[in-house]
């Protein structure tokens, strides 16, 4: 399986820029794409797609949030970071038919 | 508009069975992949089982491979799960989603809470 390892948490402040990442033990790309999502969930909420393909941003999500990387390394990238993202972030890999999460993010303000 | 509403957790002994749903609506629910995603308390997100189109090839994931059965109906609109042989380490909150053609899973339910435990 391809495992996605994400940093447990990440503490910015307001205004400022947030950059979460993400690291497969395998590579995602294929036939010119990267097979890697990223979505937010708050709690007690159903998690939200952000970016897509890498970085293709979603329907209805602000040009804040940025998606880039290939292969094995990616980021998503808040800016600037307002206080309703406070919410944890996942990238998801879709690269082969068995789909796998990193553990998530939890992004919070200083 | 997309919604996905998802029914039928609840409490369940260990070793027992329980089959959720899922009703879609606002797309042609024929035209997506759909899979089941879970999310124990206070994890992170796991996928379940993901459904072809039209029902003929089903993947699973290998904590559920044996004991989880996913199904469709496409006439129905309607996505299911049939849980058998549960574990306490089942329990989560199940959500369904749609797999968009770009592989990304684009909606999702709200979930439904799936207890295990005697």
């Known amino acids: 399986d391809i495992v996605l390892t994400q940093s447990p948490a990440l503490a910015v402040s307001l205004g400022q820029r947030a950059t979460i990442s993400c690291k497969t033990n395998?590579?995602?790309?294929?036939?010119?794409?990267?097979?890697m999502h990223w979505y937010q969930q708050k709690p007690g909420q159903q998690p939200k797609l952000l970016i897509y393909?890498?970085?293709n941003l979603a329907s209805g999500i602000p040009a804040r949030f940025s998606g880039r990387g290939s292969g094995t390394d990616f980021t998503l990238t808040i800016d600037p970071v307002e206080a309703d993202d406070t919410a944890t972030y996942y990238c998801?890999?879709?690269?082969?038919?068995?789909?796998?999460f990193g553990g998530g993010t939890k992004l919070e303000l200083k | 508009e997309v919604q996905l509403v998802e029914s039928g957790g609840g409490l369940v002994q260990p070793g027992r069975s329980m089959k959720l749903s899922c009703a879609a609506s606002?797309?042609?629910?024929?035209?997506?992949?759909m899979a089941w995603v879970r999310q124990a308390p206070k994890k992170g997100l796991e996928w379940v089982a993901s459904?072809?189109?039209?029902?003929?090839?089903?993947y699973y994931g290998d904590s559920v491979k044996g004991r989880f059965t996913i199904s469709r109906d496409n006439a129905k609109s309607t996505l299911y799960l049939q849980m058998n042989s549960l574990r306490s380490e089942d329990t989560a909150t199940y959500y369904c989603?749609?797999?968009?053609?770009?592989?990304?899973?684009?909606?999702w339910g709200q979930g439904v809470m799936v207890t295990v435990s005697s």
């Open positions: 989603a749609r797999w968009a053609t770009t592989a990304e899973f684009d909606y």
């Open positions: 606002g797309f042609t629910f024929s035209d997506y992949y």
């Open positions: 459904i072809s189109y039209e029902g003929s090839s089903t």
């Open positions: 395998q590579n995602v790309d294929y036939y010119g794409n990267s097979y």
């Open positions: 393909l890498a970085s």
């Open positions: 998801q890999q879709s690269r082969n038919l068995t789909w796998t």
